[in-house]
């Protein structure tokens, strides 16, 4: 059974610091074409910021990315995943809270992110292969 450390293994891990602002996040986010950042505190994670954040907790209410500080409007202290979590279970996770990422720790390390996507994604690649095993 393949773990979430499996399946981001080489893959770079980007956050954001607490005392950013929006527009920074924002910026950082379109950059590296991303749709949330984990947020850190004192490099530990605190929350998340993702885009339906920014626009419902920002942009909808009429606030100023560039004064806006991330903690205003991350949302604060996201459910977490171990790196050793099988991804059967992250799916269970984000399909029984309806969350569409999870940050991934390691002990109190942030080691990255996965969105749904990434976990559909390799399911699909899965089920494409056990068929073309079973076929042949």
Do not use: W
Not at 78 to 105: K, N, Q, W, Y
């Amino acid at each position: 059974m393949k773990t979430l450390r499996d399946l981001v293994k080489d893959r770079k891990v980007y956050s954001v610091e607490a005392t950013r602002t929006v527009l920074e996040a924002a910026r950082f986010m379109m950059e590296h074409n991303i749709g949330a950042l984990p947020v850190l505190r004192n490099g530990e994670l605190a929350g998340i910021l993702s885009e339906r954040d920014i626009m419902n907790r920002v942009v909808a209410v009429g606030r100023t990315p560039g004064t806006t500080a991330v903690s205003e409007v991350m949302t604060a202290n996201p459910r977490a995943v171990a790196a050793d979590e099988s991804i059967e279970e992250c799916l269970f996770i984000m399909r029984e809270f309806g969350f569409r990422h999870l940050p991934i720790v390691d002990g109190k390390d942030l080691t990255g992110l996965v969105s749904l996507r990434d976990v559909l994604m390799h399911q699909t690649a899965e089920m494409e292969r056990q068929a073309r095993k079973a076929a042949s």
